[in-house]
């Protein structure tokens, strides 16, 4: 049975997880550097360029609108980011601060800070069959709400350092990067809609291959810098066990809380997914703001392992889902 199964385990589903590997060893062996990473950084702000307009030009209206409206889903996603993900942050800090020591500590706190990541979360909605309508919603209101409560939950937590606000250039480039495109998709949604619809392979390349160019894009940037060189193996061991127990938390508390909400199943995905993720391509930038002036070498290390986790264990559960519903549909026939 196991050796007839293997076709089924190496079909198109697990191009992904395959994609995720090779990124990751790519960025840690064949790192870009000098032109090389302003190139690949191109590359990954035009592969979410695009995404975001074709699914502009694949959702009609209603629908977007609807996900907009969708008041009750989108203030669970929003609690689970700026409220339940910092509570559990500031209730582990004796914890952390003991174990981890202050720098890496703060790390962990400033994961507990970001807004959810955008791309990845649509991705795994849409591949899991949730509301792709709602999640992009609610990931693109938590980025632009991030970009104001991010700097203030931290300076709730640490007086360290700091600065007073967010460079607007920030908010300029959520909105230039996400929302531009997605609206420039809706309107040329009424030439190329169908043809979108009819290629589904179309978006889903461009879900994994966008996932892929930031990974490798930031581990890239983590060898070329010496991250890891500053952190000894006892501590990576560590921050990954933390990193992976507030992952299954915050996955537990949305699934439990969006099922006792009755929420249907297309959007409890898009509440799990949107609600237990946080940015790394957000996160890195605007750590260079908030923390101007301090040392932040070891600060970036739990924001990388916690999005690289996010997106493996991510990629597991959207997969299963998407398998579930196909199996359902097929049922059915």
């Not at 619809?197 to 990974?215: E, K, P, Y």
């Not at 299954?248 to 969006?258: G, K, M, N, Q, Y």
């Not at 957000?282 to 690289?308: D, E």
Request: charged residues 10%; positive net charge.
């Amino acid at each position: 049975m196991i050796l007839f199964s293997m076709p089924g385990f190496l079909s198109k589903l697990d191009r992904f997880t395959v994609g995720l590997v090779v990124s990751v060893s790519a960025g840690i062996l064949i790192p870009c550097s000098g032109v090389w990473d302003t190139v690949f950084s191109r590359l990954s702000d035009a592969a979410i360029i695009l995404l975001f307009f074709l699914y502009g030009a694949k959702l009609s209206r209603r629908s977007v609108w609807e996900g907009l409206m969708h008041w009750r889903l989108q203030s669970l996603v929003a609690a689970s980011t700026f409220v339940i993900f910092p509570l559990l942050g500031i209730l582990s800090i004796p914890m952390w601060n003991a174990v981890l020591g202050p720098d890496l500590c703060m790390g962990m706190l400033y994961v507990c800070m970001l807004p959810s990541t955008v791309q990845s979360s649509i991705a795994f909605t849409s591949m899991a069959g949730g509301n792709v309508a709602a999640a992009i919603c609610s990931a693109s209101v938590s980025s632009l709400l991030g970009v104001f409560l991010t700097p203030l939950l931290v300076g709730l937590v640490w007086s360290r350092g700091g600065a007073d606000g967010v460079d607007f250039s920030t908010f300029l480039n959520i909105c230039y990067i996400i929302l531009v495109p997605f609206v420039a998709g809706q309107i040329a949604q009424r030439w190329i809609g169908k043809w979108v619809v009819a290629h589904r392979n179309v978006t889903s390349w461009t879900d994994h291959s966008t996932i892929w160019l930031v990974i490798y894009t930031a581990f890239s940037h983590a060898m070329v810098n010496g991250v890891w060189k500053n952190l000894p193996w006892l501590s990576l061991v560590e921050v990954l066990g933390f990193c992976a127990l507030l992952l299954v938390v915050v996955l537990w508390l949305t699934a439990f809380l969006s099922r006792r909400l009755r929420f249907s199943r297309e959007d409890r995905i898009a509440i799990i997914f949107c609600g237990s993720k946080k940015s790394l391509a957000t996160g890195i930038p605007m750590m260079n703001v908030i923390f101007a002036g301090s040392p932040i070498g070891l600060l970036v290390i739990p924001i990388m392992i916690f999005h690289q986790l996010q997106l493996m264990v991510c990629s597991i559960l959207a997969r299963r889902w998407g398998r579930d519903l196909e199996e359902k549909k097929d049922g059915s026939l």
